[in-house]
């Protein structure tokens, strides 16, 4: 009988930590390089550098990198403008737009990577993220992100994320 209590207390103690990860508050970090990518997402506009893309893509599992290449190819002497939607499976006008919401965009949030604005330009320090549970998708493990702003709890972002992603680091900036 205490071996079934004790191995009820670990499986309730996996649940739980399991349960404590899926939403999480992350800090915004100062983007010391002009951000050259803008993601419009509803109401709310996404900045992002490319060089933080690239390195991103540069950390993209093998499978990823076969299906969106080891690089997104963008010159540093232009500014880029995409617009996403909420939803999966989506038709993409352009190549970025589907790296961003299903390679590389979800990552660089997850790492606070990003400068945010509101509808009324004002700029989001912090956000709240909800993270899925790792689904198979084309033989790999993906989880779904949801963005959101913490003030207001509209949504920010929604994409996908490679799961092997969760614990890579972009480095030192």
Same mark, same amino acid.
């Given at each position: 009988?205490?071996?079934?209590?004790?191995?009820?207390?670990?499986?309730?103690?996996?649940?739980?930590?399991?349960?404590?990860?899926?939403?999480?508050?992350?800090?915004?970090?100062?983007?010391?390089?002009?951000?050259q990518v803008e993601v419009r997402f509803g109401a709310y506009r996404i900045w992002f550098t490319?060089?933080?893309?690239?390195?991103?893509m540069?950390?993209?599992?093998?499978?990823?990198?076969?299906?969106?290449g080891i690089t997104a190819a963008l010159d540093t002497n232009r500014e880029y403008a995409i617009e996403l939607l909420p939803g999966r499976h989506l038709e993409y006008r352009y190549p970025l737009q589907d790296i961003m919401q299903n390679a590389v965009?979800?990552?660089?949030?997850?790492?606070?990577?990003?400068?945010?604005? /509101?509808g009324r330009h004002k700029k989001i320090h912090s956000i709240s993220m909800n993270i899925g549970p790792p689904? %198979? !998708?084309?033989?790999?493990?993906?989880?779904?992100? /949801?963005?959101y702003d913490p003030k207001t709890n509209?949504?920010?972002?929604?994409?996908?994320m490679?799961? %092997? !992603?969760y614990y890579k680091d972009l480095g030192l900036d």
């Open positions: 009988m205490a071996k079934l209590l004790k191995t009820a207390f670990v499986v309730l103690l996996l649940t739980g930590a399991t349960y404590s990860v899926a939403q999480q508050t992350i800090a915004l970090r100062k983007l010391w390089v002009k951000p490319i060089k933080d893309i690239e390195k991103a540069s950390l993209l599992p093998e499978s990823d990198q076969a299906k969106y965009g979800a990552f660089l949030l997850y790492r606070g990577h990003a400068y945010i604005e /509101t689904v %198979d !998708m084309d033989g790999y493990s993906t989880v779904a992100i /949801t963005v509209a949504m920010i972002f929604s994409g996908i490679n799961a %092997d !992603m």
